[in-house]
């Protein structure tokens, strides 16, 4: 069974910062990986995945995640924080046994944005 | 705007009674998944239609059922609520079974009361 875990269920940075979410995922096959967002009343926007190839991918809103496979890490980052990147961010993998592409979330990150 | 549309936004319920949640997915799409989103459980993967046929199931309870119509639309059926059925759920939905990308409805704030 694949699983996610996401290290850190609050993180705060000043605006400008350097944002990191962590996330490690456990897969008994080549994993699909996820990071979505969730802003407050809404529904989860996909921010980036990999799937095959290139490691370093780039997302939405200046979002990039490194699929590190000795590792296990799938780690979200953002170079420069800004207040609008205050929202929920869940880590998934993807269950493709039997077709579809049904995922697997991590517990989420609240991430937190301060002047 | 994702292009699933879940109906109703908010449904509050007694203990007991039975609801329906209803998806629309993205024009085209054929496959539909549900996910309930709780305090205490997260997000857990419920149920995948593609096309009309249940295609995968997760943690969902015998006392929740859904379906997908001709049109592709979906219902997620909830009956004999319980109070920790209260969560938010998300449909969401993709365009075939090969595709790596799903797109998230707004969700369903369903309380029990």
């Known amino acids: 069974a694949q699983s996610v875990t996401q290290l850190g269920s609050h993180v705060s940075v000043s605006e400008g910062a350097l944002v990191l979410l962590r996330c490690n995922y456990s897969?008994?096959?080549?994993?699909?990986l996820f990071w979505y967002v969730q802003y407050p009343n809404q529904g989860l926007q996909l921010l980036l995945k990999?799937?095959?190839?290139?490691?370093l991918v780039k997302g939405i809103n200046g979002f990039e995640a490194e699929f590190k496979k000795s590792e296990t890490s799938f780690h979200l980052t953002k170079p420069s924080a800004h207040m609008s990147d205050a929202a929920e961010y869940f880590c998934?993998?993807?269950?493709?046994?039997?077709?579809?592409?049904?995922?697997?979330f991590g517990t989420g990150t609240q991430l937190k944005v301060e002047l | 705007d994702s292009g699933v549309t879940q109906t109703p936004k908010h449904l509050i319920t007694a203990t007991g009674q039975r609801v329906t949640l209803r998806c629309s997915p993205r024009s085209g799409d054929l496959s539909v998944y549900w996910y309930q989103q709780s305090l205490d459980q997260g997000l857990q993967f419920l149920i995948q239609y593609y096309n009309g046929e249940e295609r995968a199931k997760g943690n969902i309870l015998e006392r929740f059922s859904a379906q997908q119509f001709p049109d592709l639309h979906s219902e997620l059926n909830l009956s004999s609520l319980e109070l920790g059925d209260s969560a938010l759920y998300f449909c969401?939905?993709?365009?075939?079974?090969?595709?790596?990308?799903?797109?998230f409805g707004q969700g369903t704030r369903l309380t029990v009361v």
């Open positions: 998934a993998v993807s269950d493709r046994t039997g077709g579809g592409n049904k995922l697997t």
């Open positions: 990999y799937t095959t190839g290139a490691t």
């Open positions: 897969s008994s096959v080549p994993p699909y």
């Open positions: 969401a939905s993709s365009s075939s079974l090969g595709s790596t990308e799903a797109f």
